[in-house]
């Protein structure tokens, strides 16, 4: 009698890659937020970024534009705000978060 041979499986030796895409915006009071992301699920990343829109801050601190070299050193001297090296600025965001409101956010 033939018979059928079963097909070998075969295992790989690699582990899966997870990429964690965190959309987030810069502002004081939500560092608190970012670092629970970071020592939470965010280890189970084996690359963690935040991407965030170009301006950061909020009414209280001001806002600053970081794809502009002078709001980088304005949010950094006046804010205390800097970015980690895990967040990444969409710089060609088309409607940055702080103008939205109430009514016109569709």
Same mark, same amino acid.
């Given at each position: 009698?033939?018979?059928?041979?079963?097909?070998?499986l075969?295992?790989s030796?690699?582990?899966n890659?997870?990429?964690?895409f +965190?959309?987030?915006?810069?502002?004081?009071?939500?560092?608190?937020?970012?670092h629970?992301? #970071?020592?939470?699920?965010?280890?189970?990343?084996?690359?963690?970024?935040?991407?965030i829109d170009?301006?950061?801050?909020? /009414?209280?601190?001001?806002?600053?534009?970081?794809t #502009?070299p002078?709001?980088?050193?304005?949010?950094? /001297?006046?804010?205390n &705000?800097?970015l980690?090296?895990? +967040? +990444?600025? &969409?710089?060609?965001?088309s409607?940055?978060?702080? +103008?939205?409101?109430?009514?016109?956010?569709?």
């Amino acid at each position: 009698s033939t018979s059928n041979p079963q097909p070998k499986l075969q295992l790989s030796t690699k582990r899966n890659r997870v990429y964690c895409f +965190v959309p987030f915006i810069w502002t004081p009071s939500a560092l608190k937020a970012y670092h629970a992301i #970071e020592a939470t699920w965010g280890k189970r990343c084996d690359t963690l970024r935040f991407f965030i829109d170009p301006i950061i801050g909020d /009414e209280k601190v001001g806002f600053y534009n970081m794809t #502009e070299p002078s709001g980088v050193v304005a949010a950094r /001297e006046t804010a205390n &705000l800097t970015l980690p090296d895990d +967040v +990444v600025i &969409l710089h060609s965001i088309s409607r940055p978060w702080h +103008v939205c409101s109430g009514g016109n956010m569709k």
